[in-house]
């Protein structure tokens, strides 16, 4: 026989008999109903198949076909601005044909395979091409999405033409020492297996997220790696769609994995009437979204996070900054416990697989700034930010913790901010960044050379803010020198007139590198100047906190005219002196 028989079926997990030629990780269709489903384990005759649509219906008996291949993604032109599920099957044609309700045994590609395509050649017949090299490109709005050469390929160019044509049209042919390759724009790539590069780099320069506490106090590299932990209702979701609606990102790849409908819909509403600062084109048009909402089948979201990785691999490869938004790596780990429950393997700590530290591993370190196979292409990289959704914000749990080993930017979410209305409401001393080194050069090295004094400044100061408030607690604020309510006065100025944003104003929901970096060198400066004035005879501490200075700085965030905000150390440092000339009558 050319197919197996189900002997077993267990929710998503379905086991059948006797599949000819099996092979892990390949993707098989169940039943009669063609649900898509994937090899996850062999023992002996008997193959353990997780189905990533919904099982009901379904009886022992039914064949079992295998594709003799593995779960892959079709990647080309038209990836752009689509929305698909977790294993790659455009949802709005999926809509078209079955409605407002997911119907099983239906298969779309992630490309439409009608439209065509202006392709422009980059080089010429009789060129001797290698894996990776641009043949051409086409505009997918306004990326230049290049067709490059197969990673199995090298030869001589033997046909190359411009013109329009569809993803599975030929554009080019190469001819190698056996046979000849005709080459299309489209291709297609098994999800789990990471894509080749020349060589990967240490990530050097930041990705600008315009989140104050991000960039200035936390900051991730492009190609770095970070996590957003937090409980229900911190921000999350909040802080991942600011970055990428504001990163200076290229692309960006936001994965739904498991989290509520009514975000994918927040996102889907959002995007598309949002205007990218870089291009003024709408931000729907450098994203792809994949939905794998919490009332989807879940062996579907432990595909969706290799999906999304794999697509941010292949803009990679183009030489393109990548960010990718995982939301939430909790419903994907939750999703692996189903499925190991169901295996009937040892379960490690909380029921999750002893391999969860793996699984997360192999994501994260797909991430990275690369040099491509392409001759001619840049550097690319793929930043990847995951949000982690621990029960009860019970940091310890393991997902949080087998996250922490992997990544280096660490951004806690604290519940007690967030009901306070601070936003982003991650906590500056539980959070912490790896990458701050790296980054402290960067802006050395691009004339902001005060920066890294101003920060290390600031952070000194909220630590000791919370020493003084636990002394506050015990005993009053009456104890405190002036000195030490002047710390607590500055450490304030920090959090709410620089780390607090608020995403509904337009001035401040965004925040350049060089307004963040003047707003803390202003708020630095008058923390200099108020603890030389204060040691001064008959200069009290009510003077400095009743200065026009001081509202200034609060309306810091607010000014879009950045040569106002640069004058006014200036204006702090007169008013100063006017204060130590008043005290001489």
């Known amino acids: 026989m050319d197919y197996g028989i189900i002997s077993k079926v267990s929710g998503p997990l379905v086991v059948a008999d006797n599949i000819p030629k099996a092979r892990l990780f390949d993707t098989v269709y169940v039943s009669d109903k063609k649900l898509l489903g994937e090899i996850i384990e062999i023992r002996g ?3 353990s198949i997780q189905v990533y649509e919904e099982t009901s219906g379904i009886k022992v008996g039914e064949k079992v076909v295998s594709t003799n291949h593995p779960l892959s993604v079709l990647l ?7 929305i698909i599920d977790g294993v790659g099957r455009n949802l709005k ?11 099983t045994g239906l298969h779309f590609e992630s490309l439409d395979l009608e439209k065509k395509w202006e392709f422009t050649p980059l080089v010429k017949v009789g060129d001797f091409v290698n894996p990776g090299d641009p043949l051409g490109y086409v505009y997918e709005y306004h990326l230049k999405h290049f067709i490059m050469v197969p990673h199995t390929v090298s030869g ?12 599975q049209e030929t554009v080019a042919t190469i001819a190698t020492d056996t046979q000849k390759h005709d080459v299309v724009m489209a291709t297609r790539w098994p999800i789990r297996k990471e894509r080749p590069f020349k060589a990967k ?7 600008i997220t315009g989140q104050r506490v991000i960039d200035t106090f936390f900051p991730i590299a492009k190609g770095g790696t970070a996590c957003v932990p937090g409980p229900f209702g911190s921000g999350k979701t909040v802080v991942q769609h600011q970055i990428a609606k504001w990163s200076d990102a290229d692309v960006v790849i936001y994965v739904g994995c498991g989290e509520r409908g009514n975000e994918i819909t927040d996102v889907l509403n959002e995007f598309p009437e949002i205007e990218d600062p870089r291009t003024q084109r709408p931000l729907m048009e450098k994203t792809v979204l994949i939905a794998n909402t919490s009332n989807m089948p879940v062996a579907a979201r432990e595909a969706s996070i290799y999906t999304g990785i794999t697509i941010a691999e292949y803009f990679r490869d183009m030489g393109y900054d990548v960010s990718m938004m995982a939301d939430s790596t909790s419903r994907w780990a939750e999703a692996l416990r189903e499925m190991s429950g169901r295996l009937e393997e040892m379960p490690g700590d909380e029921g999750y697989p002893a391999y969860l530290s793996s699984r997360l591993a192999q994501v994260y370190e797909r991430a990275g700034v690369v040099t491509p196979l392409g001759n001619g292409l840049e550097d690319g990289s793929v930043t990847m930010i995951g949000a982690v959704s621990p029960a009860g914000g019970d940091l310890s749990e393991p997902v949080t913790q087998a ?3 992997i ?17 982003p409401a991650i906590h500056w001393l539980e959070s912490y960044s790896l990458y701050q080194g790296s980054m402290d050069r960067y802006m050395k090295k691009n004339g902001y050379r005060n920066f890294s004094r101003y920060h290390q400044q600031a952070v000194v100061l909220l630590k000791e803010e919370h020493r003084l408030q636990e002394i506050v607690q015990l005993v009053g604020r009456d104890t405190l020198s002036d000195h030490d309510v002047l710390k607590l006065e500055v450490a304030r100025m920090i959090r709410e007139d620089f780390l607090q944003q608020n995403a509904f104003q337009d001035e401040d929901t965004f925040t350049s590198y060089h307004k963040q970096t003047v707003m803390l060198a202003t708020i630095m400066e008058f923390y200099s100047h108020a603890k030389r004035y204060l040691s001064h005879d008959h200069i009290y501490l009510a003077d400095i906190v009743n200065m026009e200075a001081m509202y200034q700085i609060s309306r810091m965030k607010y000014e879009p005219r950045l040569e106002k905000l640069e004058a006014l150390v200036a204006i702090i440092q007169t008013e100063f002196e006017s204060l130590k000339e008043g005290d001489q009558y």
């Open 403 to 405: 996250t922490l080993r």
């Open 93 to 103: 044609d999926y809509a078209d044909k079955s409605g407002d309700y997911l119907t």
């Open 76 to 82: 080309g032109p038209g990836i752009l601005s689509q």
């Open 407 to 423: 990544v280096k930017v660490f951004w806690a979410l604290d519940a007690q901010l967030a009901y306070t209305r601070h936003f």
């Open 156 to 167: 001589t160019l033997t046909h190359i033409e411009a013109g329009l044509f569809t993803v």
């Open 201 to 207: 780099h240490l990530p050097s320069e930041p990705l």
């Open 45 to 47: 005759p008997k193959a």
